[in-house]
């Protein structure tokens, strides 16, 4: 054989085999098509953006143009106010300190002097995350920012933030950067209703535009970010710690960039902005309900801005009549006793009320203060003091609802026996705590009734550990509550109300224990309109939070509290009414929260400094000694009330409670109640009637401790039944209602 055989034998031999086709789905996929299908679509991209761009042109300037007054009306369709023109002064940029400037340029947009106006990759990530209901996302640059304000709108959609991109673009070639930075910081929205620089220099610390230093600039420019978060006035203590972070972003992208020298930053301290003051027109309670309103809409997710730029009608669910009658209720029964002028103590005494139709969540009227032209925090809806003992109701809300048991294995209910002892440690937590009864008051052996109807804080603080605290938390939270700023901790000592709620909150929750359970969310918008576009507002009747037995048992007990207990100033025939008072520690807070089958009503009172808003104590108001829940809180509540009920009502609780057992007989005869003689009847709330000094939270003298608690008819106890069989029940007391009127549900006497 050959050489050139030997060859052609040995490629022969080493020839590879076929390579296998390769299947449909892999030839779809091939790198080459793939690299050709993604240079094909970004062509295709490229081409739409060229058509965008010459399509698209600049607009007229609408920003202003298209600011309106918003409208507010009463439930009856009366106009309660009308909002002012825009609050808007536009300044040229020589007007504005270059510091000031610069610290815009430092939050905004480092690259702002440099940059062609738009920011591709934070455009597109605005896009996905509005195609993918995210909602509003930054990224912007101080260029696309100024076109939304001054010639697009808020809205977040897609075509609008392709149309904000092409803008820019265009304006960035048009305008120099001097004039996109002045036009941005003129059209920008500060909060207060400011739009504007001036008129922000004006509404935060009272000075013009010209006069701001380098960290009131700083602070209005973090402001832009989230303005009604970080007003200072109103911001949560998260918010407040999130401003002066962002403060501080500013301040140090400012030393970044030589735009403000190292040594100044660092005696740079923050620049706490004034208190706001109300517009013209906003005075009384006016400013209150309208801020109510608006704060509302805005967890409706409506953007603040959008509704300080007008064009709305907003009725609200205020009742005018009931909302006039509990401001002279307050006045009657508070205003008048007191010398703000005169008595130091008097000064500090600040109000608030909320009150709503438990059957429809509606918030029929409400108080936020002396006016708030005066005092601009709303003490309806504040939520900076503990609500102390009205949160009771919802511990034993917890216990009934989780069929929590005692430490020796009993289960809880009206009739379950509790040591009240002053200081007693509670047992079974990991969490030490003994608290003190008020004046150190010790009880003995007494049943849950007596401990609610007394509000004794030894009971109340061992039910807690019973029922776990982190459950009673839940059944807070699903009872309308709020852990605001982190003050609910899952400890023993929330059995006190240690947690911060408004009175907004607290007759929310008592509306739904009104509401057999049935979650009810206060609204006070009955309808937001804008330009023929109405806003969804959902039905604040939600789903059963708690069992309606639960409810109701816990409406019973607290009818004890109003007929036999530390609630007694709100105690008629004129109507059935069931609630519960709260003074917090060192007396800094006092309440009332009561309701009947109609209405549910929240009542506090708080003290505060008059400068620099320090809680203090509110002893010695009206040189009355201790203010506590069972006095002005709850003769504002009876008053309203009785005004509020046209003088009264045949309305009754449909009760379907749970009949206590009692845990052991008691050798005693029945107790009979006594009609109490006239000098010690309280008087059917009367605005013409002077209301005896109230009770304290604690009785007069302590009951004799026995083994099963009994009381005496002379001391207006929840009345006990006869000797019974340990098995039998008992009703705890006869709630008082209209004579002739059917009295509960289940375990009802004829």
Same mark, same amino acid.
């Given at each position: 054989?050959? $050489? /050139?055989?030997?060859?052609?034998?040995?490629?022969?031999?080493?020839?590879?085999?076929?390579?296998?086709?390769?299947?449909?789905?892999?030839?779809?996929? !091939?790198?080459?098509?793939?690299?050709?299908?993604?240079? =094909?679509?970004? %062509?295709?991209?490229?081409?739409?953006?060229?058509? *965008?761009?010459?399509?698209?042109?600049?607009?007229?300037?609408?920003?202003?143009?298209?600011?309106?007054?918003?409208?507010?009306?009463?439930?009856?369709?009366?106009?309660?106010?009308?909002?002012?023109?825009?609050?808007?002064?536009?300044?040229? *940029?020589?007007?504005?300190?270059?510091?000031?400037?610069?610290?815009?340029?430092? @939050?905004?947009?480092?690259?702002?002097?440099?940059?062609?106006?738009?920011?591709?990759?934070?455009?597109?990530?605005?896009?996905?995350?509005?195609?993918?209901?995210?909602?509003?996302?930054?990224?912007?640059?101080?260029?696309?920012?100024?076109?939304?304000?001054?010639?697009? !709108?808020?809205?977040?959609?897609?075509?609008?933030?392709?149309?904000?991109?092409?803008?820019?673009?265009?304006?960035?070639?048009?305008?120099?950067?001097?004039?996109?930075?002045?036009?941005?910081?003129?059209?920008?929205?500060?909060?207060?209703?400011?739009?504007?620089?001036?008129?922000?220099?004006? @509404?935060?610390?009272?000075?013009?535009? @010209?006069?701001?230093?380098?960290?009131?600039?700083?602070?209005?420019?973090?402001? %832009?970010?989230?303005?009604?978060?970080?007003?200072? /006035?109103?911001?949560?203590?998260?918010?407040?710690?999130?401003?002066?972070?962002?403060?501080?972003?500013?301040?140090?992208?400012?030393?970044?960039?030589?735009?403000?020298?190292?040594?100044?930053?660092?005696?740079?301290?923050?620049?706490?902005?004034?208190?706001?003051?109300?517009?013209?027109?906003?005075?009384?309670?006016?400013?209150?309900?309208?801020?109510?309103?608006?704060?509302?809409?805005?967890?409706?997710?409506?953007?603040?801005?959008?509704?300080?730029? #007008?064009?709305?009608?907003?009725? *609200?669910?205020?009742? $005018?009549?009931?909302?006039?009658?509990?401001?002279?209720?307050?006045?009657?029964?508070?205003?008048?006793?007191?010398?703000?002028?005169?008595?130091? &103590?008097?000064?500090?005494?600040?109000?608030?009320?909320?009150?709503?139709?438990?059957? &429809?969540?509606?918030?029929?009227?409400?108080?936020?203060?002396?006016?708030?032209?005066?005092?601009?925090?709303?003490?309806?809806? $504040?939520?900076?003091?503990?609500?102390?003992?009205?949160?009771?109701?919802?511990?034993?809300?917890?216990?009934?609802?989780?069929? @929590?048991?005692?430490?020796? #294995?009993?289960?809880?209910?009206?009739?379950?026996?509790?040591?009240?002892?002053?200081?007693?440690?509670?047992?079974?937590?990991?969490?030490?705590?003994?608290?003190?009864?008020?004046?150190?008051?010790?009880?003995?052996?007494?049943?849950?009734?007596?401990?609610?109807?007394?509000?004794?804080?030894?009971?109340?603080?061992?039910?807690?550990?019973?029922? =776990?605290?982190?459950?009673?938390?839940? !059944?807070?939270?699903?009872?309308?509550?709020?852990?605001?700023?982190?003050?609910?901790?899952?400890?023993?000592?929330?059995?006190?109300?240690?947690?911060?709620?408004?009175?907004?909150?607290?007759?929310?929750?008592? /509306?739904?224990?009104?509401?057999? #359970?049935?979650?009810?969310?206060?609204?006070?918008?009955?309808?937001?309109?804008?330009?023929?576009?109405?806003?969804?507002?959902?039905?604040?009747?939600?789903?059963?939070?708690?069992?309606?037995?639960?409810?109701?048992?816990?409406?019973?007990?607290?009818?004890?509290?109003?007929?036999?207990?530390?609630?007694?100033?709100?105690?008629?025939?004129?109507?059935?009414?069931?609630?519960?008072?709260?003074?917090?520690? +060192?007396?800094?807070?006092?309440?009332?929260?009561?309701?009947?089958?109609?209405?549910?009503?929240?009542?506090?009172?708080?003290?505060?400094?008059?400068?620099?808003?320090?809680?203090?104590?509110?002893? =010695?108001?009206? +040189?009355?000694?201790?203010?506590?829940?069972?006095?002005?809180?709850?003769?504002?509540?009876?008053?309203?009330?009785?005004?509020?009920?046209?003088?009264?009502?045949?309305?009754?609780?449909? *009760?379907?409670? $749970?009949?206590?057992?009692?845990?052991?007989?008691?050798?005693?005869?029945?107790?009979?109640?006594?009609?109490?003689?006239?000098?010690?009847?309280?008087?059917?709330?009367?605005?013409?009637?002077?209301?005896?000094?109230?009770?304290?939270?604690?009785?007069?003298?302590?009951?004799?401790?026995?083994?099963?608690?009994?009381?005496?008819?002379?001391?207006?106890?929840?009345? &006990?039944?006869?000797?019974?069989?340990?098995?039998?029940?008992?009703?705890?007391?006869?709630?008082?209602?209209?004579?002739?009127?059917?009295?509960?549900?289940?375990?009802?006497?004829?």
């Amino acid at each position: 054989m050959g $050489r /050139a055989d030997e060859r052609r034998a040995r490629h022969r031999g080493t020839r590879r085999a076929p390579k296998p086709r390769r299947s449909g789905i892999r030839r779809l996929f !091939t790198w080459k098509k793939m690299l050709g299908t993604f240079f =094909g679509l970004c %062509l295709l991209v490229m081409g739409a953006f060229v058509v *965008l761009y010459l399509t698209v042109s600049v607009p007229d300037a609408n920003a202003q143009a298209k600011m309106q007054s918003n409208v507010y009306k009463y439930s009856d369709g009366t106009v309660l106010a009308r909002t002012g023109e825009v609050n808007r002064e536009i300044v040229g *940029l020589e007007e504005i300190p270059q510091p000031v400037q610069r610290t815009f340029v430092a @939050a905004e947009n480092k690259s702002f002097y440099q940059d062609a106006g738009v920011d591709i990759k934070g455009t597109a990530r605005g896009v996905l995350n509005t195609l993918s209901g995210k909602g509003k996302q930054g990224g912007s640059t101080i260029t696309q920012q100024y076109v939304k304000n001054y010639y697009l !709108t808020q809205d977040q959609t897609v075509s609008r933030k392709l149309k904000e991109l092409v803008i820019s673009l265009k304006v960035d070639r048009k305008l120099s950067k001097n004039e996109i930075l002045a036009g941005y910081i003129n059209t920008s929205y500060y909060g207060r209703t400011a739009y504007g620089i001036q008129a922000a220099a004006q @509404a935060y610390y009272g000075v013009d535009a @010209a006069k701001l230093n380098v960290a009131q600039g700083a602070y209005l420019a973090a402001l %832009l970010q989230a303005p009604s978060q970080y007003d200072w /006035a109103e911001a949560t203590p998260l918010g407040k710690k999130l401003v002066t972070a962002r403060w501080n972003y500013v301040l140090d992208n400012m030393v970044e960039q030589h735009w403000l020298d190292a040594s100044v930053r660092a005696g740079l301290k923050f620049p706490v902005p004034h208190e706001p003051k109300v517009a013209p027109g906003m005075e009384g309670q006016t400013g209150y309900l309208v801020k109510a309103a608006d704060e509302e809409l805005v967890r409706q997710g409506v953007d603040k801005e959008q509704i300080d730029a #007008g064009g709305w009608t907003i009725t *609200l669910n205020i009742d $005018r009549k009931k909302q006039r009658e509990l401001v002279k209720s307050v006045d009657e029964q508070l205003e008048d006793k007191i010398d703000r002028k005169k008595n130091k &103590t008097d000064a500090t005494v600040q109000a608030g009320a909320t009150s709503v139709d438990p059957k &429809t969540g509606k918030v029929l009227a409400l108080y936020g203060g002396v006016g708030a032209t005066e005092h601009w925090l709303s003490n309806a809806t $504040r939520q900076d003091y503990q609500p102390a003992s009205t949160f009771k109701p919802v511990v034993l809300a917890s216990a009934l609802e989780n069929g @929590a048991r005692t430490q020796d #294995g009993k289960k809880i209910d009206i009739g379950t026996v509790y040591d009240g002892t002053s200081k007693r440690p509670v047992k079974g937590s990991d969490t030490p705590f003994a608290p003190e009864n008020e004046d150190d008051h010790s009880y003995g052996p007494v049943d849950v009734q007596k401990a609610m109807s007394d509000s004794i804080n030894s009971v109340f603080a061992q039910m807690v550990v019973d029922v =776990g605290p982190a459950k009673v938390k839940q !059944t807070a939270l699903d009872l309308g509550m709020t852990d605001v700023a982190d003050s609910f901790p899952e400890r023993p000592a929330i059995s006190l109300g240690t947690m911060d709620a408004s009175t907004w909150d607290m007759a929310g929750v008592y /509306a739904t224990l009104d509401n057999h #359970g049935r979650k009810v969310t206060p609204t006070i918008l009955e309808s937001a309109e804008h330009k023929n576009k109405l806003v969804d507002l959902p039905d604040p009747i939600g789903k059963q939070v708690i069992d309606r037995e639960t409810a109701d048992t816990v409406t019973h007990v607290l009818q004890g509290v109003v007929a036999n207990g530390s609630g007694s100033a709100a105690r008629t025939d004129a109507y059935q009414a069931a609630g519960k008072t709260g003074t917090s520690e +060192n007396n800094k807070s006092a309440w009332f929260v009561a309701y009947t089958p109609q209405l549910t009503t929240a009542v506090a009172l708080f003290g505060e400094a008059p400068k620099g808003g320090t809680q203090v104590s509110l002893t =010695g108001t009206a +040189n009355s000694g201790r203010a506590n829940g069972g006095g002005f809180p709850a003769r504002i509540w009876a008053d309203y009330t009785l005004a509020a009920l046209n003088g009264g009502s045949d309305a009754t609780f449909d *009760l379907d409670y $749970r009949k206590p057992v009692r845990e052991k007989p008691t050798p005693t005869p029945t107790p009979t109640r006594s009609t109490p003689s006239p000098s010690t009847t309280s008087p059917s709330p009367s605005r013409s009637t002077e209301t005896p000094e109230p009770p304290t939270d604690t009785p007069s003298a302590p009951p004799t401790p026995s083994e099963s608690p009994s009381e005496s008819a002379t001391q207006s106890p929840p009345v &006990t039944a006869p000797v019974t069989p340990p098995d039998e029940t008992l009703e705890p007391f006869e709630p008082f209602g209209p004579p002739g009127t059917s009295r509960g549900g289940q375990g009802r006497t004829p």
